[in-house]
Each structure stands twice: as structure tokens, then as C-alpha cells.
């Protein structure tokens, strides 16, 4: 007991001077992570602190639609600082992750080849990498198993509410500029798309294809019928989220996507605009800086 409540007074003590100006030294490492027998990369940032055996608050985050987990670099450095042990990964077929082959029909259609599966938003395969990252570092020496948060921004701000619905050790979330998934109004063209596909009559996109906008990377349509985060909200009972959405949003409609899921929550959830950002100026100058100090802060209330 003595031992215990020991622990207790040096965590609680560690804890409470470790906030927004923390600026704690910061390890950072890559490892590999299998992910249903795919090879997905991951970072590992982790905050130098004295006491080896002390167990740390820790967070999974992962890039949105067409980026790279290298992207985030200046987020999961922050989090660290502040006392968080941060893995930050690429999804399977990005980045310096490995890809999945499948199998399509050949030229001729009289049989099949393998290709790889890469440069796609696949957003069930995306959720199911989050899956495996979470078994991962819950198995960590160093992580406390009872406070870990997820983190994702613009497409994976919907898959981290899709995620944390479905995961109990989930504790906290933020979610970044998302539209946290699609209105599902075309959910039967997106299948009929899939139909195709399981009878061989369409392959898969090419890889990183831009097919909508500048996004690299096409959409596996009947992937995403199958994929609605802001139902799913409704169902995050023992998870505090926080939405962090720009106030000058020029992608979708924040009051139709952030702000519905929000408001379906049970669990603590926070709201907080930010002044002056777009969906791409948060990741730079003021918005950025806004954006990281609001999520250690979410972080530090509910994973401590």
C-alpha cells in the first residue's frame, strides 16, 4: 500500500508540471507494426522522463486522405513534449508502409493477376491499420493501457470516431478539420461499384490517382457504404472527443459534419472553432499552434 500510494503521489506530482510549455527531450524511433499480415511503418515518439518506471499516457494519429505519417511530425513532437508517448503511422499501400497484392482479372480475362493494393482510400482497411497500431502499443512496456487517445485530421478525424466506437481502450479523441465521412445519399451506386469489382468487370483505381480534386487517391466506393462515423457517434459513451474544425472551412459544411457528430456524443465532447483557420492553414502559422495547444490540453484533462 505504502509502495502504491507512493507511485501515485511522483505520478501525480510528474503530471502536474507537465502542460502546454512542456518541453520535455524527445526519443524518436520507427518500428513496424503487422496489420492483418501487411507491414504498415510507423514513429515512435517518446518523452525522456526520469522515472523508468513510470507508464505513459499514449496516442495513435494518423495522416487524412492522400498524406504521409511524415506530415505530422510537428504535432506528434508537440504531444511528446507534453508528456505523451505519440506512434504516428502510414497507412498499408502509403507512405513507407508495405501494400496488400489482390488479385484482378488479366488482360486477356481469362484468369487473374496479383497487384498491389496501394495509393487507395480504403477507409475500412484504414480503420482496421488504427485497430492494429492500438494492439500494438497496448502492449507497450512503457504505455498506461488505461489512457490512450486516438488523433486524426481532415479523412482521419471520421475514421478515429469510426475507430473509438468499436474500441473500448480508446479514452480520448480529437478530430482535426473532418467531415468525419461521407453523407451515404449515393450508397447504392458505391455498391453497384463493388458488384463489379466481386464479379472481375472493374479493377481497382490507379495507384494514387487523382480523381477527386487535387486528393491523391482514389476511393474504394463500396469500402465507404460501409463506412459512416457520424452514425457512430452515438455509440462513444466512454470517450471524450474533441472537434476542431476551421472557421473559414472551404471543403464542407461544418454545421452538416463536425458539428452533427458532435452533438450525437454521449460522452464529455467539446466543439472549439478555430479563429481565422481554412482546411489547409491549420497545419501552419497561428492555426497550428491553436490547434496542437487545444488538443494536448483535451489530452492532459482525460488522459491523465
Not at 526520469?50 to 504531444?79: N, Q
Not at 496501394?118 to 488505461?146: C, M, R
Request: glycine share 8%; proline share 4%.
Amino acid at each position: 500500500m505504502h509502495y502504491r500510494l507512493s507511485f501515485i503521489l511522483a505520478s501525480l506530482i510528474f503530471f502536474g508540471r507537465i502542460g502546454l510549455s512542456a518541453t520535455l527531450p524527445v526519443d524518436i524511433s520507427t518500428v513496424d507494426v503487422l496489420s492483418n499480415g501487411t507491414r504498415i511503418s510507423a514513429t515512435v515518439y517518446m518523452p525522456q522522463v526520469d522515472d523508468a518506471t513510470l507508464k505513459l499516457p499514449a496516442i495513435v494519429m494518423a495522416h487524412g486522405w492522400g498524406g504521409e505519417a511524415a506530415h505530422l511530425s510537428r504535432y506528434a513532437t508537440k504531444f511528446a513534449a507534453a508528456g505523451f508517448l505519440v506512434v504516428a503511422f502510414d497507412y498499408r499501400g502509403w507512405g513507407t508502409s508495405d501494400s496488400r497484392m489482390v488479385q484482378v482479372r488479366n488482360n486477356a480475362g481469362d484468369g487473374y493477376q496479383l497487384i498491389e493494393y496501394k495509393g487507395v482510400v480504403d477507409p475500412i482497411d484504414q480503420a482496421e491499420d488504427y485497430f492494429s497500431v492500438l494492439n500494438w502499443i497496448n502492449t507497450h512496456p512503457k504505455v498506461d493501457i488505461n489512457n490512450i487517445g486516438l488523433w486524426g485530421t481532415s479523412w482521419s478525424g471520421g475514421t478515429v470516431v469510426y475507430v473509438a466506437a468499436r474500441d473500448q481502450r480508446v479514452k480520448a479523441l480529437v478530430s482535426q478539420v473532418s467531415p468525419v465521412g461521407w453523407p451515404n445519399s449515393s450508397q447504392n451506386q458505391w455498391l453497384l461499384t463493388g458488384g463489379e469489382r466481386a464479379r472481375g468487370t472493374r479493377g481497382y483505381p490507379d495507384p494514387f490517382k487523382r480523381a477527386i480534386g487535387s486528393l491523391r487517391g482514389d476511393m474504394i466506393w463500396e469500402r465507404l457504404a460501409l463506412f459512416n462515423p457520424r452514425e457512430d457517434a452515438s455509440r462513444l459513451k466512454r470517450c471524450a472527443s474533441l472537434f476542431l474544425v476551421a472557421e473559414h472551412e472551404e471543403l464542407f459544411n461544418n454545421d452538416k459534419t463536425a458539428l452533427v457528430a458532435h452533438q450525437r456524443i454521449p460522452a464529455p465532447s467539446k466543439y472549439v472553432v478555430i479563429p481565422g483557420a481554412t482546411h489547409y492553414s491549420i497545419y501552419d502559422g497561428a492555426g497550428l499552434t491553436t490547434a496542437i495547444n487545444e488538443a494536448i490540453t483535451w489530452f492532459e484533462e482525460h488522459l491523465r
